[in-house]
């Protein structure tokens, strides 16, 4: 879940002209992008803008890109997404690497490890926690990922690696920031889960994302053959799901798992990809060609609608204040999101790595090979492009 975090990508917002194609045109090489983007890249995180780009290096962005946390020699530094200048410094050791930004971005937990897919063995995990309260240490035993603050920022869920030894596998968990202490979570019923129900996940964690009031987390996950969610460890059943959304309360500390339906999961993670509003929450499964509608109160799959299917893609998806779902993958599909209907095609160059709008949702950005290209998001027609080298997937529009 810690590398999954780190790969979150979406927004959304604006109206197609029904069933046109883009063809492929050249856009425009500008020095800047008309937005501040936030983007991840092998030197770092970056911040892009009309001012040019700023390379912000080992830093976390929230969940939204609303709040953002960089390391300095010497100290770590809150910054302004929107200025880029520090609005709060604190002194820190050398070597600290911001990981996780609370919602309300008053806090960040920091370790020494960086995120990967498999964090190496170790006895002992140290964290350091910044906030309101000042700076604090924590010396944990066995191996602990930090992956998001609780709403009131007294508690940080974490991922328990096991073995400690050889970890293959985790489980989330809840540390107490004022005891010290890593807990169990509770169950949808906010009922304290008995010794022996906790899940333990093996699978690819793909991407996460806020719900709309900023109340839960929605983390993809697949590749889980034979993995057995609480509700199937406390009743008996054998479980077995290839993919879920691991929902996290952030206030009521609970956690629950939405199986989603065969055959997500069956293909790469890469070709998944997962977004939501106050309406839906939607997944999709390019390997397959589906589109997964899910109710975020309800935590229930409502519909799953056939798309068209890129195999050997990565996903992106973004959703539009006035009605459409853009999936992006070699392109950006246009659905209408009642019918599900699809309602053009635009055409870029290249793999896509990541799909953002616009605040005024007069712009869709795409994240690409070495550059960042944004689109008209009335007509999808390519109206500039910005050279990003070693550029990972674009994060945030702020």
């Not at 936030?38 to 976390?60: I, N, T, Y």
């Not at 609005?87 to 070597?95: E, I, K, P, T």
Request: charged content about 20%.
């Amino acid at each position: 879940m810690t590398t999954r975090r780190n790969l979150l990508l979406f927004a959304g917002s604006a109206l197609v002209l029904g069933g046109c194609r883009e063809t492929a045109q050249a856009a425009p090489t500008t020095p800047t992008a008309p937005d501040v983007l936030l983007a991840a890249s092998d030197r770092g995180l970056l911040r892009l803008g009309p001012a040019g780009e700023q390379v912000l290096g080992p830093a976390a962005a929230g969940y939204d890109g609303a709040h953002l946390y960089a390391a300095r020699p010497g100290g770590l530094d809150r910054v302004d997404p929107a200025s880029g200048t520090a609005v709060r410094s604190a002194a820190l050791a050398d070597g600290w690497i911001p990981r996780v930004v609370s919602t309300d971005g008053r806090a960040c937990a920091l370790s020494r490890t960086g995120a990967s897919e498999r964090p190496a063995a170790r006895a002992r995990t140290r964290l350091l926690i910044t906030g309101p309260g000042g700076v604090s240490e924590r010396d944990l035993a066995g191996v602990i990922e930090p992956d998001a603050f609780t709403a009131d920022g007294t508690g940080l869920f974490v991922l328990e690696w096991l073995p400690a030894a050889a970890p293959d596998h985790y489980r989330v968990r809840l540390l107490d920031l004022a005891t010290g202490e890593v807990q169990p979570l509770s169950t949808r019923a906010k009922t304290p889960l008995p010794p022996g129900a906790e899940e333990e996940m093996r699978g690819d964690g793909r991407q996460a994302v806020l719900s709309a009031d900023r109340a839960m987390l929605f983390t993809l996950y697949t590749h889980q053959p034979g993995h057995r969610h609480t509700r199937d460890l406390l009743s008996g059943r054998p479980g077995g799901a290839h993919a879920f959304v691991h929902v996290l309360h952030l206030s009521e500390r609970w956690a629950y798992c939405l199986d989603l339906p065969h055959p997500f999961g069956e293909g790469p993670a890469a070709g998944h990809a997962l977004a939501a509003d106050g309406r839906t929450l939607f997944v999709a499964d390019l390997n397959a060609g589906k589109l997964a509608y899910a109710g975020p109160e309800s935590l229930a799959i409502e519909r799953v609608v056939d798309v068209p299917p890129v195999p050997e893609s990565t996903a992106a998806l973004a959703l539009t204040a006035d009605g459409r779902v853009l999936i992006g993958a070699g392109g950006v599909t246009v659905l209408d999101r009642a019918s599900g209907r699809q309602t053009g095609r635009w055409e870029l160059p290249g793999a896509v790595r990541g799909l953002a709008l616009s605040r005024d949702g007069g712009r869709v950005y795409a994240g690409g090979t070495g550059r960042v290209t944004w689109l008209d998001a009335a007509t999808g027609t390519r109206s500039g492009e910005v050279a990003v080298p070693g550029l990972i997937a674009l994060r945030h529009v702020v």
